[in-house]
């Protein structure tokens, strides 16, 4: 009965303007699942279980994104709540239709985001099915074998987190007054026919365009960063709420970090109102501005 209680429990934390844990910081993230701090509790022994789990493989890297993770639970299970052993919380996301090759079983498919600071080695995932009451079955697990990541270690970070499936849009100016975002992906400025060439890998990089178009990918994140030394100066990073895709509002955070070191981090919230501006490289609130020495 937890999970139901915990889900009247946010219902009412909404109700009354309360911010919800969103699981922005977990080592996994379940797209579009909702999160609940917490180990899950174990279950009953005769409550209704997970029939299969099943993965491509086991393999998973270190910031790894949308790796897909399926299976089969018993009817009528209403959710899955799945757990990453040793993480700050669990998600519970509804089931599927009746698998076509074990009715009556159920099918649940989701995506899979994971941290890029998960540590490597083996790891558990515990899966769990509720019955019509969000009294929760028991656990079967998969292991994972996560291996590092493959990404360049910025010198200098700035990570823009929010909490829904919306499309929100990093904006970073440098000192030098470009502006790197969506459309504009990279700083770098080619040299001209007389000049040295340069490393076009070397300046401020967009990793990503999340939910690009409301195209919905579950990452809910972007970061600007940089691999050698950045430009010294003035930095400007601003926050576009694109579109809200349906939702009512998107809750987001940014973070700059110099050398793994926080500089400054700011909070604020998108509404429809922000939507309807000039989509242009100079749109978005403002969010923080700092200087690199």
Avoid at 8 to 28: F, P, Q, R, Y
Avoid at 134 to 148: E, K, R
Avoid at 241 to 259: D, E, F, P, R
Wanted: charged share 20%; with cysteine.
């Amino acid at each position: 009965m937890r999970a139901l209680a915990v889900s009247l429990i946010a219902t009412a934390a909404c109700n009354a303007g309360v911010a919800l844990d969103t699981g922005a910081d977990a080592e996994m993230i379940v797209a579009g699942a909702q999160f609940y701090p917490g180990e899950p509790p174990a279950g009953a022994a005769d409550g209704l279980k997970v029939t299969q789990i099943a993965s491509p493989n086991n393999k998973v890297r270190a910031g790894e994104v949308a790796k897909r993770l399926s299976g089969t639970v018993q009817y009528p299970a209403r959710s899955v709540a799945l757990y990453l052993e040793g993480d700050a919380g669990y998600w519970i996301t509804p089931v599927g239709l009746t698998d076509a090759t074990s009715p009556p079983d159920l099918d649940f498919d989701v995506r899979v985001n994971f941290a890029a600071s998960l540590a490597t080695g083996k790891r558990d995932v515990r899966v769990q099915a509720t019955d019509e009451h969000g009294g929760l079955g028991p656990a079967n697990s998969a292991t994972l074998d996560v291996a590092p990541a493959i990404l360049p270690t910025p010198t200098l970070d700035v990570r823009l987190i929010w909490d829904v499936d919306a499309d929100v849009d990093l904006h970073v100016t440098e000192p030098d007054g470009i502006i790197v975002w969506a459309r504009n992906i990279n700083s770098y400025v080619p040299p001209g026919p007389t000049d040295p060439p340069t490393d076009p890998n070397s300046d401020g990089i967009l990793d990503v365009d999340s939910n690009s178009s409301c195209v919905i990918d579950g990452r809910r994140e972007e970061n600007v960063y940089w691999t050698v030394a950045p430009p010294k100066g003035h930095y400007v990073v601003k926050v576009d709420t694109w579109n809200l895709c349906g939702q009512a509002a998107a809750h987001w955070k940014v973070i700059a970090s110099l050398g793994g070191t926080v500089l400054k981090e700011a909070s604020g919230t998108g509404l429809d109102t922000d939507t309807r501006f000039t989509k242009d490289a100079g749109a978005g609130v403002l969010a923080l501005e700092f200087d690199v020495p």
